[in-house]
């Protein structure tokens, strides 16, 4: 089962080689993994996506990440009320004629096209998952060149409603 | 010790080198002693320490160096302080450093590392030591700007220390220890990711003398957690308290007094009958600071059926990791024992129970057959025992004779035993001696190796005679790597394949060339005769003892088998 987790991490060098480090030798399966800097000076955020057998596994990875002493906070999200997003570059092959279909495809997903050449249109999507995935279907039969993800990141909705009975670890009360 | 001091109103500041504050950090920590080995990268430390009080043991590897150290928290509580210079030194240590994570002993290791300027240009004796060493530290460090040192050596000793303790390693490059720093205030340590919680959730523990108060069939499964925490004396308390049996883990040993009524014996592969079959029977099952290792449980499937779990561990990652826990508590051992003490704790009537798990301990006790020709390595173990009082500081090596010293000695007192137990580190039990016998000078500290592990790491000889150290140092020596033979005479249809080591030094000549007594026993007329000079003596000695070649250790939980499914149970 796939889990979201999400830790707030000191921006020290040798952290996300610690972090990914525990991963592996837990024998995590890392799906994506995201960092990027926070509203604070010095502290980075991560957003992991794994896969994981079960819930006793789930629990050992946010024990074992909270092990590390750079790590300050750890949180399965997974089943709380989220936002998550997701960048995705698709390079796909276009004709002339093909173009404006392609242009009116990718619109209901609020895609952009940034980049046209005489072969290709690179188009740009944000969304969660499903709806990059789904893009992505859509665009297969024309062709795609290239195509990069960035990996989901998360954060928790400012109001959580209890969405679902699913535990979530932590060991911060 | 500083270049230069000077005074600013009251306020005291000093400009010196790196090094040399290194050396004055160490000071300001408590650090009276240091295993290490010199090398290129840490010259400048080295010339720091010259004819400065804090005293450093040369070993002759930085192997024996770090168990050294090992052995030293071990037995004084204290953090092991360890330093090698780059790249091969500090891989040398890579062994003891996964060693002291898996026992969770306090080190604080430091390692020279080329100049920033060249790191990761492959320079010469370089290598990436936070890399390889970033899973098997509680933490690690490189010294990156020499402003950072202090708070860094600060925020080390206080990791390796505080909550379930573990090494850390600070790499410090050559420029840092040679560049000046003005020595700051000592300031406070501040780590937000890191609170170890070592205070109970006064709930949980409820919940426990609850199903105390219920249980007709308690355990209480003591591991190193309580000596690390110190708390034997609560454990006692508790125990009898509650008439609640207890059965050690291989290095929870002495944290319980081994001739004690509810003593059971330690549990496991290699543990008594007595002990595994209560964990079998038991409804009510209180690990305190144990970890629930393989070689504990055995088989999980089959590991305490009918039993509620209790699980007392400061690390919250213990918890949960091998066996399915009913009641988790967050806690120091000490802490959590103090708070159970001083409920009003009821049980349910264990006499029947206490009767019942003694009978098996009267019926199938720990066995051996002793035909008084050839020498029984269990019989040697006995007679060190009677011969020290069951009082020295025993380190051991891994193998047969580490689990006959276990099942034979009887420790009736707190650290006194020293062992590799989570990493299983051949080469560790005599240069982790030579630690104890520092830390311990007036205490009888007796080395038990096997003929095998000993060869790993007899170079510290030189280490014993240099410091005329009063260690006793016993080779139990069958001319096989014991267990490997064993296991392969058990599970591999007795094809010892490179088990056999006949080819060996004459240990006695061995120690003479490096100026100690050795002697040798083959039989128990012998071993009389050697046992009582050698401690009457006042000076280190190596004893080989020749034992039976093909002696097993038994009783035994085949790997994969449960608990309850021991062989060599009776003779």
């Known amino acids: 089962m796939k889990r979201i ?3 707030t991490v000191l921006n020290q060098s040798g952290v996300l080689n610690k972090i990914t480090g525990v991963l592996a030798k837990r024998q995590f399966n890392i799906d994506s993994i995201t960092v990027g800097r926070t509203e604070t000076e010095g502290i980075s955020r991560m957003t992991i996506v794994v896969n994981v057998e079960d819930d006793r596994q789930a629990e050992q990875l946010t024990k074992q990440l909270n092990k590390l002493i750079d790590v300050i906070k750890v949180q399965d999200i997974t089943g709380q009320a989220i936002v998550s997003r997701e960048l995705a570059l698709i390079k796909v092959l276009s004709t002339p004629q093909t173009r404006s279909e392609i242009g009116g495809l990718v619109e209901p997903f609020r895609a952009s096209i940034i980049d046209v050449s005489r072969e290709s249109v690179t188009i740009q999507v944000t969304g969660d998952s499903d709806k990059v995935e789904a893009l992505v279907d859509l665009l297969k039969p024309y062709g795609i060149k290239e195509m990069v993800r960035t990996g989901m990141t998360a954060f928790l909705r400012g109001s959580q409603k209890q969405v679902t009975d699913l535990s979530s670890y932590s060991l911060l009360k | 010790m500083c270049a230069k001091a000077r005074m600013d109103g009251n306020v005291k500041t000093a400009e010196c080198t ?7 950090l160490l000071v300001r920590e408590g650090v009276e002693v240091m295993f290490g080995y010199p090398g290129g990268a840490v010259l400048p430390i080295y010339d720091a320490l010259y004819n400065q009080p804090v005293r450093h043991i040369l070993a002759r590897h930085e192997q024996g160096a770090i168990h050294a150290a090992e052995g030293y928290a071990r037995v004084s509580g204290k953090p092991g302080v360890v330093i090698a210079t ?4 500090a891989t040398n240590l890579i062994t003891g450093i996964a060693d002291a994570m898996m026992d969770s002993l306090p080190l604080v290791v430091f390692t020279g590392q080329v100049g920033t300027s060249v790191i990761g240009s492959d320079a010469f004796q370089e290598a ?7 899973p098997i530290t509680k933490h690690n460090y490189q010294v990156r700007d020499l402003r950072d040192l202090p708070r860094v050596v600060k925020e080390a000793f206080h990791i390796a220390k505080s909550g379930r303790p573990g090494p850390v390693v600070v790499d410090i490059p050559k420029d840092i220890q040679q560049g000046t720093v003005e020595m700051g205030e000592n300031r406070e340590v501040y780590l937000p990711g890191y609170q170890p919680n070592t205070s109970p959730n006064p709930l949980q523990i409820k919940k426990l003398v609850e199903a105390v108060s219920y249980s007709e069939k308690p355990v209480i499964l003591a591991g190193a957690g309580i000596l690390h925490a110190k708390a034997s004396d609560l454990l006692l308390k508790f125990a009898e308290k509650c008439q ?9 040993l002495g944290s319980f007094p081994f001739r004690h009524p509810l003593f059971l014996g330690m549990g496991g592969m290699h543990g008594t009958y007595a002990a595994n079959m209560a964990i079998c029977e038991c409804d009510l099952l209180i690990n305190i600071g144990a970890r629930f290792d393989d070689r504990l449980t055995g088989n999980l499937a089959h590991f305490a059926p009918n039993a509620m779990v209790v699980h007392i561990d400061i690390d919250p990652a213990e918890i949960g990791k091998n066996v399915k826990t009913d009641i988790p ?6 802490e959590a024992l103090q708070k159970i003490c001083s409920e009003d704790l009821q049980n349910a009537g264990t006499d029947e129970w206490v009767r019942h798990v003694k009978a098996y301990a009267e019926n199938f006790p720990l066995w051996y057959e002793d035909d008084g020709e050839e020498l029984s390595p269990q019989h040697v173990i006995q007679r060190i025992h009677h011969y020290t009082n069951g009082d020295a500081i025993i380190s ?3 193998g047969q004779h580490q689990m006959w010293a276990a099942q034979y000695y009887g420790f009736e007192k707190p650290h006194k ?3 590799s137990g989570g990493l299983g580190t051949m080469g560790f039990g005599f240069p982790a001696a030579i630690g104890a016998q520092i830390a311990c000078p007036d205490q009888l500290v007796v080395s038990i190796s096997g003929d095998g592990g000993f060869q790993m790491t007899l170079q510290e000889l030189a280490v014993v005679k240099e410091l005329n150290l009063p260690l006793k140092i016993f080779i139990v020596n069958n001319q096989y790597l014991g267990m490997v033979r064993q296991w392969q005479e058990s599970f591999y249809e007795e094809r010892y394949s490179y088990s056999t080591i006949p080819v060996q030094p004459d240990f006695v000549k061995l120690a003479e060339s490096y100026g100690i007594r050795g002697c040798r026993a083959t039989n128990n007329e012998e071993l009389e005769q050697v046992l009582k000079s050698v401690f009457e003596d006042g000076g280190p000695a190596v004893v080989d003892c020749r034992v039976k070649r093909l002696e097993a250790v038994f009783p035994m939980v085949a790997p994969g088998a449960g608990l309850h499914e021991m062989m060599g149970v009776k003779p």
């Open chain 2, 244 to 252: 609640i049996p207890v059965v050690n883990t291989l290095l929870g």
């Open chain 2, 396 to 398: 051991t090596d891994v």
């Open chain 1, 5 to 7: 987790v999400v830790a």
């Open chain 2, 417 to 419: 035993w020293i062992t």
């Open chain 2, 86 to 89: 780059s790249g091969p030194g």
């Open chain 2, 18 to 24: 790196g090094a040399e504050a290194l050396v004055q």
């Open chain 2, 128 to 134: 990436d030591v936070i890399g390889m060493t970033a």
């Open chain 2, 329 to 334: 508590i967050v806690a120091d051992a000490k």
